[in-house]
């Protein structure tokens, strides 16, 4: 329901119809009320890899963004064509936004920058080197993202971060530490001791080796997270 008004909000809006002004504005409305609200420092919005309307809005609210990718074939395609779709975007915003003040509608600045880009769901050898495969392709992606994003679209993007390096964050597959972390609704480096039971075919915890492999991989994707955050503006 919300992608079909939000969709029609963003063809609409730049009419007089005042209502689809105000959908239109309705997400970035909603986060900042929340924002100031509970005096949050950030809100983090989860989005899916479309360019559907909801995503479209959200992306357009937020102040920058990450781009998780994971190092193959589609997300490189994807990469090549997500300039040309941002700068619509953020031109199309300019446009609409020009037409609100005769109605007394107040709009937001929908000029997000790149905070980093994130690659993530890959494999390493036991050595903790990347596996050459994916590593090939997190090569190919970094090009694509400095061509195509970067230097053929100029997409905004954060002053800390370097271009030659738009990488701040790899987080690996990290296997049943998923399911386990959801299950018990906790974040991935603070799941317990304890709770590695629910893993277990014979419902015991784990122990020893095992279970020190799980807080080396809680660990690491502790220290990628904080690599994130320090990310943010």
Sequence with gaps: MAESYLANAWNQAITENIHEKNTYTSIYNLLHSLGRLHSFD???????????????MVVLACDGYFLPLTPDRFCNQA??????ILNEW?????????TFKPFGVKSFPGEPVLLGAIIQDFKIYSAG????????????????????????????ISENLDPAKPFIASIRDVGPLAPVAQMFGRAIFDVK?????????????????????????????????????????
């Design 193 to 233: 001791k304890e709770q590695t039971s629910w893993a277990a075919r014979d419902g015991r915890n784990y122990y020893g080796v095992v279970w020190q492999n799980w807080e080396s991989r809680m660990e690491e994707y502790r220290i990628e997270i904080e690599k994130m955050a320090e990310a943010l503006p």
């Design 79 to 84: 990469v090549k064509v997500l300039g040309k």
């Design 129 to 156: 080197k990347l596996k050459a495969s994916y590593e090939k392709w997190q090569i190919e992606l970094a090009k694509s993202i400095r061509i195509y994003l970067l230097s053929g679209h100029n997409i905004p």
């Design 90 to 98: 953020i031109k199309k915003h300019s446009d609409i936004s020009k």
């Design 42 to 56: 950030y809100i983090l919005c989860d989005v899916g890899p479309s360019t559907g309307a909801i995503t479209r």
